[in-house]
Structure formats: structure tokens, C-alpha cells
């Protein structure tokens, strides 16, 4: 077999799609450090760190803090998984693509009864009417997701851990596109189980999902009846594998590991609160540039979260085409919409090490550049608006 492929040949894009977000060039060499065996102390050393360093990030005490192998997903269903069993109910609220995946997981699963609180794409769902359907069937657990990557919503939190600990359920919370980019106070917010993705907020390489579970979550999982179905995803496991024992589960991705700490390194270094107002600084500069090019946002204005802006395609322009276009001929990269939105919107991400003056300004101008051809009239300059906001930042 002969192959012309080479990974010389991958191309340098700027990442402005809701994830992967480029990487810091000191997470890049992270992946290139020397290799050591999963049992080295320095590798343990380094687990240890990592899991401090996610304590941090998730701004939580939680003994039980680490990062699984696998993506956003791996997180996800092990959540799901771990904590709800044969007989049990859990409400989730769905909003969009990535919530329903949540229920796909669910209806997997032998004997859950899975109660949907539907909302409308755009919207969150509506506080109350979740508060409602968990007083009403009392689940063990209660699953959002804090910012819908499909619709670019952050879900409101507050209030909803006590209504879920008030009726024994436990609160797991979606946090694959917010985490270290979005304001998430996990123990603050009475979170039971929050889970991450590497990729996104963090800039870290694909391939980790950080995790945190309250003490509470960890002991129900212990006390379950029954096994957790999924062996490689038991949390328990990892737990094991990420506590003073380091018992071994499976062989840790080194190289992954390596480069997500340095990551969460550059995420303290940056200070977490300087980090979530970057984000909604760049937030801001981008929704004022789509805005004064006369672009509608799908995300409702008071919901919208920093690290996703959506967008709508103008009448008569196919995102998917303009996305491509933006790739070939600007070299950034932006997404469009999933589900039925699939080729009438964009989601642009403002996240990690892509949060950028330079790149905002890019994507604008490139958005320009391609819808003129379209015969699209923006309203105004889309950077020029961009560069009023960031000029009144530093006023
Ligand atoms: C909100 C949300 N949840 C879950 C996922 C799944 O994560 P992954 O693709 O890393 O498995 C994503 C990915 O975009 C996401 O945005």
C-alpha cells in the first residue's frame, strides 16, 4: 500500500467553530513531551496536578474530580449511566440536539423511565415548568445541558439543585461547551455531576471529558443495587485509578493527559475570572459585528451564552456552502446548524485559545466578503461594530 498522506499536510486552520478551539502552542508541545509509562511517578505526580487543576476549573471541592478517556460524549453517558438504574425516572429538559442525545442515552437504558421537558429551540427551557415536572415525579435524576452547542442557550442553573435535592434527585449538568470559558460554579450551584469535554473552553486536544461528582452522587453510585452496565465507563473505576491508590482501570492516555494539564496550567495562569470576561468580551464584539451587518441570532437575546453565537443564514443562502467557502478561502473554520438548522444557520465559537480579537475580526470580514456574493447588502461594517465594543473595553 502506498499513501501520499502526511500529518506535515495538515492544514493550520483557524478553529472558530463551537469545537475543537485551536491550541495554545504550549499545549502543542505538551504532545510532543517524552512518553512515560502510566505508572511513572511522574505521570502520577502529573494526575494528581490535573485533577487539582480541574477542582479549580470547576471551582469545586469534589474528592471524586478527573478527566475520562473519550470525548464530551464519554462524560455524558457516563453520568447518565452511572447514576440511574433499573426502575429509577429521571427528568430531562430539552432544548436541543445535544439534549436529546441525553434522552437517546436514556432510552437505551433498561427500565428508566424517561420524563422530557421539552422546550423551544433558542429558548431554555422554561425554569418553572422544570421545577414542576420534578416535584411531580420526583426522579433520581435531573439532566440539562448549561449551554445547548446546537442553539447557543445557557440554561439557567440557579435554584434548580435545591428543588432536585429537596425530592432526593441528584442534578447532572452538561457543561461540554462552557467549561473554563462560561461562569459554572459547580459546588456554589449544588451540581451533583458536571462533565466537560477537552476540546472546546479548555483548548485542549479532543479525546478527554473532565468529570466532577459531589459526595453525595459518588455514594449513590456506590449504594447502587446493581452494577453499573458499562464497565469501562464505571465511575467508581475511576475514581479508583485517580485516588491515592491509583488502581489501575485502564492504560491512561499520557500524551492527552500531558496536554490537557498544560491547558488547565494556561487557564489558571490567565486567571479564571480575566478568562470568562475574554470570552464575553469576544462574545460581544462578534454579536455586535453580526448584528450591525443586519444578521439575526437564533439564540433569544438574554439566553445566549458566550462561548456560541448562532446565527441565522440570510433568505436564500445555504450555510453549509458558506461555511465551506470560509474554510477554502479564509481558512477559518465555523459550523453550521445541526438538526433541521443544519443548512440555515451558523455557530461560531468564541472559546479557549481561539477567543481572539484577530479572529473575531476574520470571521466578520470573512462573512462579508462571502455573502456579498450572494448579493447580500450588510445593513454596516460588521468589524467596525466589532471594533467599537472592543474599543470601549478599553476606554
Ligand atoms: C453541549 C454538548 N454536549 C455534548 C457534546 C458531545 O461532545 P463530544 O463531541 O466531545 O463527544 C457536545 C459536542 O459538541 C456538546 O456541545
Not at 432510552?107 to 415548568?129: A, C, I, S, Y
Not at 448549561?146 to 425530592?167: F, I, K, N, R, W
Not at 482501570?249 to 498544560?262: F, G, I, Q, R
Request: charged share 15%.
Amino acid at each position: 500500500m502506498t499513501t501520499n498522506m502526511s500529518v506535515k499536510s495538515a492544514p493550520e486552520r483557524i478553529l472558530m467553530a463551537p469545537g475543537p478551539s485551536n491550541l495554545h502552542p504550549r499545549v502543542v508541545q505538551a504532545l510532543i513531551a517524552p512518553l512515560v509509562g502510566h505508572k511513572d511517578p511522574y505521570f502520577l505526580d502529573l494526575l494528581d496536578e490535573t485533577a487539582d487543576l480541574l477542582r479549580h476549573v470547576f471551582c469545586t471541592r469534589n474528592a471524586a474530580t478527573f478527566a475520562l478517556p473519550g470525548t464530551g460524549g464519554s462524560g455524558m453517558e457516563a453520568a447518565l449511566i452511572n447514576v440511574l438504574q433499573p426502575g429509577d425516572t429521571v427528568v430531562i429538559a430539552s432544548a436541543g440536539f445535544f439534549a436529546q442525545r441525553m434522552v437517546d442515552i436514556c432510552e437505551r437504558l433498561n427500565d428508566v423511565n424517561v420524563v422530557v421537558v421539552p422546550g423551544t429551540w433558542g429558548q431554555p427551557v422554561d425554569h418553572d415548568v422544570l421545577l414542576e415536572a420534578v416535584r411531580q415525579h420526583r426522579p433520581r435524576a435531573v439532566a440539562v445541558v448549561h449551554g445547548e452547542t446546537s442553539t447557543g442557550v445557557e440554561q439557567p442553573l440557579a435554584g434548580l439543585a435545591d428543588s432536585c435535592h429537596s425530592v432526593g434527585a441528584l442534578l447532572l449538568v452538561d457543561a461540554v461547551a462552557t467549561l473554563g470559558g462560561v461562569r459554572l460554579p459547580v459546588d456554589d450551584l449544588g451540581i451533583d455531576v458536571c462533565f466537560s469535554g477537552s476540546q472546546k473552553c479548555l483548548s485542549a486536544p479532543p479525546g478527554l471529558a473532565p468529570i466532577t461528582i459531589s459526595d453525595r452522587a459518588l455514594a449513590a453510585i456506590q449504594a447502587r443495587r446493581t452494577p453499573v452496565q458499562s464497565w469501562y465507563l464505571d465511575l467508581g473505576l475511576h475514581a479508583g485509578l485517580w485516588g491515592p491508590d491509583h488502581t489501575y482501570h485502564h492504560t491512561s492516555p499520557v500524551l492527552s493527559l500531558y496536554a490537557l494539564a498544560e491547558a488547565l496550567r494556561i487557564v489558571v495562569e490567565e486567571g479564571l475570572e480575566p478568562r470568562l470576561a475574554r470570552h464575553c468580551l469576544h462574545s460581544a464584539a462578534l454579536s455586535a459585528g453580526i448584528e450591525a451587518m443586519g444578521l439575526e441570532q437564533f439564540a433569544a437575546r438574554g439566553f445566549r451564552v458566550p462561548s456560541v453565537v448562532t446565527v441565522l443564514a440570510p433568505e436564500g443562502v445555504s450555510a453549509l456552502t458558506v461555511r465551506t467557502q470560509l474554510l477554502d478561502e479564509v481558512n477559518v473554520e465555523i459550523s453550521a446548524g445541526l438538526g433541521e438548522q443544519a443548512d440555515s444557520m451558523w455557530r461560531i465559537g468564541v472559546m479557549g485559545h481561539s477567543a481572539q480579537r484577530a479572529n473575531v475580526m476574520l470571521v466578520l470580514s470573512g462573512l462579508e466578503q462571502v455573502l456579498s456574493r450572494y448579493g447580500y447588502a450588510p445593513r454596516g461594517s460588521g468589524t467596525s461594530a466589532a471594533a467599537a465594543v472592543y474599543a470601549g473595553a478599553t476606554a
